[in-house]
């Protein structure tokens, strides 16, 4: 079942690399046809070696040795169960989570190199959870949604060049919705941060509230950052997928 979503999508589940939008209408269409679609799913899952090593190695000259920080979560109210992250032209995914909504915001380094697309999958539920063949944990529940998401080809090359300039880290940022997987990245700095500055009574590094910047993509969390040294909360945005406006959020 993790081997549906891979190399050449089902034409019923292909959705736009760029700028993705889901419909929701097409989730009878997906249930209606799903059994055909886990059918197809062994063919379409014997991606050539290449397609999977070419799109590594033009990630790899465009990043370097860059790193990131990985960040899932869910538009507020909204709940998705049983979602796997699998990076292009592979069956193996590098995230998978039960159960994703805002609250249940998941932060962690990037497991892989920063891949070109990532193809997301959710579940009906996450019951009954079995064991990959890479140990990694799968959904046998029925698929009710999917997006294919430009990642590292949307990058700016500004942004490279501003981490190469000055140390920083990346954050790359997900966001599930009932339209489709947003998409977002910055650059995070604590400016004035040195580990060798302890407090003399725990001996803990003095806490350096950070500062964004580069941010960009379909949406921005709201967040708490500095400015003059002095606490700002921001609010959040996203571009809505259907309309392309601009709304702000307080998550």
Not at 41 to 55: Q, W
Not at 212 to 236: L, P
Request: net charge positive; glycine share 8%.
């Amino acid at each position: 079942m993790l081997k549906l979503y891979i190399g050449r999508m089902p034409a019923l589940l292909m959705l736009c690399l760029s700028g993705c939008s889901f419909s929701p209408q097409s989730l009878d269409s997906l249930a209606s046809k799903q059994q055909a679609s886990q059918q197809r799913a062994h063919a379409d899952a014997n991606v050539p070696l290449s397609t999977y090593e070419g799109s590594r190695q033009r990630m790899q000259q465009k990043f370097g040795n860059i790193g990131a920080e990985l960040r899932v979560d869910a538009m507020a109210g909204q709940d998705f169960y049983g979602v796997e992250f699998f990076p292009e032209g592979s069956d193996r995914p590098f995230f998978t989570k039960s159960h994703a909504s805002l609250a249940n915001r998941d932060v962690m380094a990037m497991p892989l190199a920063i891949p070109e697309r990532v193809t997301v999958v959710w579940h009906a539920s996450a019951n009954k959870p079995n064991t990959g063949k890479y140990g990694q944990t799968t959904y046998p529940d029925r698929i009710v949604g999917t997006d294919t998401i430009e990642v590292g080809s949307r990058i700016p090359q500004e942004v490279l060049d501003s981490l190469r300039r000055e140390r920083g880290g990346l954050r790359l940022k997900f966001r599930l919705s009932n339209d489709g997987v947003y998409f977002g990245w910055d650059i995070e700095r604590r400016p004035g941060y040195d580990p060798n500055k302890r407090d003399p009574v725990d001996r803990t590094p003095y806490y350096v509230r950070p500062v964004f910047s580069m941010t960009g993509g379909d949406f921005k969390e709201a967040r708490v950052t500095s400015v003059d040294g002095n606490e700002v909360r921001e609010k959040g945005w996203y571009i809505d997928k259907k309309t392309g406006k601009k709304i702000e959020v307080d998550f």
